[in-house]
């Protein structure tokens, strides 16, 4: 197993006990300090836990947005003077399908026009209070925001729009997009806290009105109308946390506050210190769950970054951006295990160098772009005719090179004429360039004695002698 999976193993292992660990020592001493246990653990860790279920479904939303607002179908849409509403309408239905999205939506800053999956809703009058969302969304400094609000031109119900600003090549804002999330999944949350844990949950605005609860559980119109709640408005509408305890009906209550930067809402959790005594065998094992919930998606996060950085070094380790085959470093690695298997088993080894002739011709005369695509379709041409166990990399510019293991100097000198008539009869590079393309070879052979450098010269001399000689032939050294 490699070193860092042995790392992220230790880490998983380390996360896990430490979890159980703490988790069972709680549970031990909850026994005798319940009551300290829901003001220090249960309740701040029952307000994370709703905290990570938001973020964890607005997550994939949130990417999808950015997708939408960086898709260069939809700058280009956006920018151009007479824009196809259909084109843009199709494309808000394919995101909605393909990711089962309540609502996909974009607004073009030229227009102003509102268009969702289901067409052209409306044209934003700018003086209309319920455009506000838009005007002020193109205020502030952030790219992105999270608004809940009303829409019936959507949804007859509360829904939460994923907001992403639109930026040309000058960074000015030429529309808005997203897509909107309906908020029964925090209701469904919300009714599982109360049954399973007892715990009253109620988000709030700035203003102290009731903006998100449970269907038919709640009690609070708003802070102000609450006698209960209205002494302690301005802990509950603060960006710092805070532990109330409260009476109510002679049973004493604990209320637990917490700011959701990403809803610009105020949550709070209520929770009758009785009713948790009785049920403490099960928020523990709540607790228990969610820690190693959490330790599950923390190893499976590292786990997927640990592979993405491993394939991205590999490829710009070993791959050559635009060829996609070997380049020199990787090649020159592979060289040197074959030379000491040749030295050891005495075994043939050969080198093929290629160098294209008049390759600045074709980046004068045609351009970069062509070269570059005659530089693919070449080492394309090479991958496809030679041995699996062959290999070949691009050395630099118009400059290839090709390893045969187990080949001697007459294998690879027909190879070298294979590859160079497959180089001039290749219908595809005549099309593009009007005539065939030719190439020098240069071939050679290990050697006793040979190391790295010397082998490596001898294919390239070998190959500057056939530039030299008139070009397009093969020469062995």
Known sequence: MKAKYKTLVKISLFLTILAMLITTINYYISIQTSEKQLKTVSLPLSLDNIYTEIQKNILQPYLISSMMANDTFVKSWLEKPDQDDQKIVNYLRAIKEKYHIFNTF????????????????????????????????????????INIDFNKKISSSLTIFINYKILNNKNSTIGVTGVAIKT?????????????????????????????????????????????????????????????????????????????KDLNLYLMVEVKLSTYTNNLKTILLFNLLSAL???????????????????????LAFYDPLTQIYNRRYFETSL???????????????????????????????????????????AKIFKENIRE?????????????????????????????????RLENYTKIKTILSYALKASFGVTQYKEGDDLDTIIKRADDAMYISKKNGKNRVTIL
């Open 336 to 378: 040197l295990g074959q030379i000491a298997i040749s030295k050891r088993y005495k075994s043939n080894l050969s080198v093929i160098f290629i160098d294209i002739d008049n390759f600045k011709y074709i980046n004068d005369s045609k351009g970069h772009d062509i070269g570059d695509e005659i530089l693919i379709i070449i």
């Open 184 to 260: 029964t999944y925090i209701n469904k949350m919300l009714k599982k806290f109360r049954e399973k844990y007892n715990f009253k949950v109620t988000f709030f605005n700035k203003q102290g009105k009731t903006i998100l609860s449970e269907q038919d559980h709640n009690n609070y119109k708003s802070i102000d109308t609450s006698p209960l709640l209205k002494p302690y408005y301005k802990k509950i509408i603060s960006k710092e946390s805070h532990l109330l305890e409260v009476k109510k009906n002679n049973e004493r209550y604990l209320i637990h506050t917490k700011y959701i």
């Open 106 to 145: 974009l607004v073009s800053a030229k227009t102003k026009n509102y268009y969702t999956q289901a067409g052209l809703i409306e044209k934003l009058d700018l003086n209309n209070t319920k455009t506000k969302w838009y005007t002020d969304f193109l205020k502030i400094q952030n790219i992105h925001e």
């Open 389 to 421: 166990i062959d290999m070949v990399a691009r050395w630099g510019g118009e400059e290839f090179i090709i390893l045969l293991p187990y080949s001697d100097i007459k294998e690879a000198t027909q190879v070298a004429h294979k590859l160079k008539n």
């Open 293 to 315: 919930a959490i330790v599950v998606f923390i190893v499976i996060v590292l786990y997927r970054i640990i592979q993405q950085h491993s394939k991205k070094l590999e490829t």
